[in-house]
């Protein structure tokens, strides 16, 4: 896999798993201090590396195994598993190897685009001119910005 398509993958695999954790998690684990469940906020990177109130981590960057989050959301024990099941159903298996597979490549979250400077992209390059001063026109049109 070349690095462009992989960075592209890595970003898509972590805007999916922002959409799990905010549709499945938010709700007791997200911005309100006062809904706010077992001192755990999973809406901001730091506090999900940072150990809670249970004195675990609920991720570890690069290891999956010691990562409470997905030790809980994998758990048999109904005490124990994420989300509650009277919050709504079990995460599916496809959500659960995203999860697992983005916390192996680093748990990295997408900045939101608000907070992303533009950047502007290069100029494309002059169309040549002949030694008479004529432009060769047949050159623009080669160029990736025409087509």
């Known amino acids: ?37 077992a001192g755990l906020r ?13 004195g675990l981590r609920p991720i570890v960057p690069g290891d999956a195994q010691q990562s409470e989050l997905l030790r809980r959301i994998m758990s048999d024990d109904e005490d124990e598993r994420m989300p509650p099941s009277d919050f709504s159903k ?27 400077a533009p950047v502007r992209p290069p100029l494309p390059d002059s169309p040549t001119q002949e030694a008479s001063g004529e432009v060769n026109f047949a050159d623009w049109s080669s160029h990736p910005v025409d087509r």
Not at 107 to 112: G, T
């Open 42 to 54: 999973l809406d901001k990177r730091d506090s999900m590396l940072a150990e809670a109130d249970s």
């Open 90 to 116: 079990p995460l599916g298996e496809a959500e659960v190897q995203a999860i697992e597979e983005w916390i192996i490549q680093g748990a990295k979250l997408p900045e939101h685009w608000s907070f992303v």
């Open 1 to 37: 896999m070349n690095q462009a398509v992989a960075q592209d993958h890595t970003a898509g695999l972590s805007q999916q798993v922002r959409s799990i954790l905010s549709n499945r998690c938010f709700a007791c684990h997200g911005p309100d201090e006062a809904e706010r469940q």
